[in-house]
């Protein structure tokens, strides 16, 4: 291996709740968070940016759902479609070092 080659950073990542519970308890799920998953994913490709979007089981908020958390920063709750491109840019920033980087 040689020492001189610099590392690559780990990507950017944005976890999408996607948990999904029948009952009396809400979930993101039901709250439309496939569909927000969906659009992440579809926004990220169309901008050609280096982040993961992944689907997460819980973020433990589900009555403030759909939630969506850009890694390193926090919960971000209640995701609607038109928070998508600054949430994309927040990943992008964080990426960078430049937002949100713990």
């Known amino acids: 291996m040689n020492s001189d080659s610099?590392?690559?950073?780990?990507?950017?990542?944005?976890?999408?709740?996607?948990?999904?519970?029948?009952?009396?308890?809400?979930?993101?799920g039901e709250r439309g968070s496939r569909q927000i998953f969906e659009q992440l994913r579809n926004l990220v490709n169309e901008r050609s940016a280096e982040i993961d979007v992944e689907q997460i089981a819980?973020?433990?908020?589900?009555?403030?759902?759909?939630?969506?958390?850009?890694?390193?920063?926090?919960i971000i709750n209640g995701v609607s479609s038109d928070d998508l491109p600054a949430i994309v840019d927040a990943a992008i920033g964080a990426g960078n070092g430049t937002d949100g980087q713990s």
């Open 6 to 28: 610099p590392k690559n950073p780990p990507l950017p990542k944005i976890y999408v709740c996607t948990n999904f519970r029948s009952g009396a308890r809400a979930s993101c």
């Open 58 to 74: 819980c973020l433990g908020q589900c009555g403030l759902g759909p939630n969506v958390r850009v890694s390193g920063q926090e």
